[in-house]
């Protein structure tokens, strides 16, 4: 028989779910009678694990919850009997039971013990094919399932992934009382934070209202000074410094309050990517257009969006010329198409479907989902460990599908809740 240090908890929601153990003759650990009617549909979220199903007991039907363990004493280690949402279980399924479970009420909660019922050679066979120590564990076997099974978890994951960004910006949006536009300006900032920089762009974004960008866009002066002078970039420059000058002037007309320097990150970035450089080029994209929601959904043209986040037109290059001596400004540096498209896949494209999920505009969302296809594919780590798999990542909606799958599924080795990994123990 298995010991209980090689089992792990997942295997068991796998076998409860699929009611793959040895299921003649169940009983309690107290000698009930137990028919299983219905096993519950599975949760992925919060709460018990198996929910709404139909036992019986001992000759009598209960509806309820299950709840899965490898010990019956998890249930004190998880804080169950504090919790109200665990009120409605009526059957504790473990591997190994070592501790009786007293509901409110006092009566003593079944327990179904799976450690003698389990398919030994099922286990082994998903420990074989599915091993937990690769960094994907069905890269060796992908290959054998159904491309179809395959592009249909890669577009779900995608979907979740592009759901998951919307309902963050309906947060924000919220947080900002219904303004779209400085939702999207803050937005936008955090995608030219390119990761290690996100939160820097952000508390920038909260100290620089949007109706300063609208009012200043045009200055190609003030909009530098505005946003360099709030990054904390100006405050060591002398007071006859032109851009300090036009700040100082901001500053005391608007009582702005600036960074600190240090939030900004410059380690282990390359230097295409040292914030400075990102918010020159954030001056750049603003400059004449601005970053106007309205704007976005008037112009669903992304070539257009590309030449504006890699410079637009009219840039005066004595405004470069301030700059100087500011750490990692390389005004001759374009920002590249590949960094171009991460922004509009990170800010333009998710604010998009933000309001068409919000306006409840299906056409506006599939229109969205569309344009991801006809975007080049990231470049990354793990996209290359897809790639080494064999599965091919032709556009960004399935690159970004791929990241999601392998960050939600594959690094918590969720092999058995995954139709890719169901599917390679089935077939095999
Ligand atoms: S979670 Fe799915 S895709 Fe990821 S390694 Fe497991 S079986 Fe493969």
Not at 363 to 379: A, C, G, M, V, Y
Request: with cysteine; proline share 4%; charged share 25%.
């Amino acid at each position: 028989m298995l010991h209980i240090c090689y089992m792990i908890e997942e295997y068991l929601h796998y076998i409860w779910k699929f009611q793959h153990f040895n299921c003649a003759d169940l009983e309690t650990t107290r000698g009930e009678k137990i028919e299983v009617l219905y096993r519950g549909d599975y949760n992925h979220h919060a709460g018990p694990d198996f929910l709404e199903a139909k036992i019986n007991i001992a000759g009598v039907n209960w509806f309820g919850h299950i709840e899965i363990h490898l010990k019956s004493s998890d249930w004190f280690a998880h804080k169950h009997e504090n919790d109200e949402a665990y009120k409605g279980v009526v059957l504790h399924v473990v591997w190994e039971h070592n501790r009786e479970v007293v509901m409110n009420e006092g009566e003593v909660l079944p327990v179904l013990e799976l450690k003698s019922r389990c398919d030994e050679k099922h286990w082994q066979q998903y420990q074989r094919q599915l091993p937990h120590a690769e960094e994907i564990p069905c890269a060796k076997l992908i290959k054998t399932v159904e491309p179809m099974i395959i592009q249909h978890n890669i577009t779900r994951m995608f979907v979740n992934r592009i759901e998951q960004r919307a309902a963050d910006i309906l947060e924000r949006l919220e947080l900002n009382q219904g303004d779209w536009n400085t939702t999207a300006w803050t937005t936008l900032c955090a995608a030219f934070g390119f990761g290690l920089n996100k939160l820097a762009f952000i508390h920038l974004a909260e100290r620089v209202p949007w109706k300063l960008i609208e009012r200043y866009r045009d200055d190609q002066l003030k909009i530098i000074a505005l946003l360099f002078g709030q990054a904390g970039w100006l405050e060591e420059r002398p007071p006859n410094d032109p851009l300090k000058r036009v700040y100082m002037m901001l500053k005391s007309a608007y009582g702005l309050v600036a960074m600190e320097k240090v939030q900004w990150n410059f380690g282990q970035v390359h230097p295409a990517n040292f914030p400075t450089q990102r918010l020159f080029q954030l001056c750049k994209a603003l400059h004449l257009r601005g970053f106007k929601m309205a704007y976005l959904l008037n112009e669903l043209n992304m070539d257009d969006a590309i030449f504006q986040l890699q410079g637009g037109e009219k840039w005066t290059e004595e405004i470069d010329k301030l700059l100087h001596g500011i750490k990692g400004v390389n005004p001759k540096l374009k920002m590249g198409k590949t960094s171009a498209n991460t922004i509009l896949v990170n800010a333009h494209l998710p604010l998009i479907f933000a309001y068409a999920v919000h306006h409840q505009i299906d056409e506006l969302k599939t229109l969205i989902i569309d344009r991801f296809h006809n975007i080049p594919p990231e470049e990354n780590k793990t996209l290359r460990l897809w790639k080494e798999s064999g599965v091919p990542v032709r556009n960004m909606l399935e690159s970004q599908g791929l990241i999601e799958l392998y960050k939600s599924k594959c690094t918590h080795k969720k092999c058995l809740s995954c139709s890719i990994g169901n599917q390679i123990l089935k077939t095999t």
